[in-house]
């Protein structure tokens, strides 16, 4: 891990803090920063002075060293990296993409089943298993656990 202090605003009452974040994590199941990665509350903050949740956006580079793969969230790409990467520009996108490799799927195929279950189950929808066994998708969305069938 490799920490850096940045400056945040809070999007609802404009306090500024300054807060040390990880900027290069590596996969370790058995984290915290893997399970708040997996749950969707890696990037969430609440502020101290209203108390509203956000997400908070910086640099973030993961490596899942045994797959080969590295998730980048920035506007561009770090100069140097190699392999397989895959850039986000958002918190949310991070997370998306984070959710789709970790279980070794298609973001071509399962994307397009997130986006329609948004439309119909709210924003805060995420993919968070697979049953491989069964070809089933599982989604966490504010009505509680969803299933699709993924062939």
């Given at each position: 891990?490799?920490?850096?202090?940045?400056?945040?605003?809070?999007?609802?009452?404009?306090s500024?803090?300054?807060?040390?974040?990880?900027?290069?994590?590596?996969?370790?199941?058995?984290?915290?920063?893997?399970?708040?990665?997996?749950?969707?509350?890696?990037?969430?903050?609440?502020?101290?002075?209203c108390?509203?949740?956000?997400?908070?956006?910086?640099?973030?580079?993961?490596?899942?060293?045994?797959?080969?793969f590295?998730?980048?969230?920035a506007?561009?790409?770090?100069?140097?990296?190699?392999?397989?990467?895959?850039?986000?520009?958002?918190?949310?996108?991070?997370?998306?993409?984070?959710?789709?490799?970790?279980?070794?799927?298609?973001?071509?195929?399962?994307?397009?089943?997130?986006?329609?279950?948004?439309?119909s189950?709210?924003?805060?929808?995420?993919?968070?298993?697979?049953?491989?066994?069964n070809?089933?998708?599982?989604?966490?969305?504010?009505?509680?656990?969803?299933?699709?069938?993924?062939?």
């Amino acid at each position: 891990m490799k920490k850096r202090v940045f400056e945040f605003t809070c999007p609802n009452c404009g306090s500024s803090f300054f807060m040390a974040r990880d900027t290069y994590l590596i996969k370790d199941a058995k984290s915290l920063d893997y399970s708040r990665l997996k749950d969707h509350t890696y990037f969430r903050h609440q502020c101290q002075k209203c108390e509203v949740l956000f997400d908070l956006d910086y640099p973030l580079i993961y490596r899942d060293g045994q797959r080969r793969f590295s998730l980048v969230q920035a506007q561009s790409l770090p100069e140097g990296m190699a392999g397989q990467v895959v850039l986000t520009k958002s918190p949310a996108q991070f997370l998306d993409a984070f959710s789709i490799l970790d279980l070794e799927l298609d973001p071509r195929r399962v994307l397009p089943i997130l986006i329609a279950l948004r439309k119909s189950h709210g924003e805060n929808t995420y993919l968070f298993d697979f049953d491989a066994q069964n070809h089933l998708l599982w989604f966490q969305s504010p009505d509680g656990p969803l299933t699709v069938g993924y062939y």
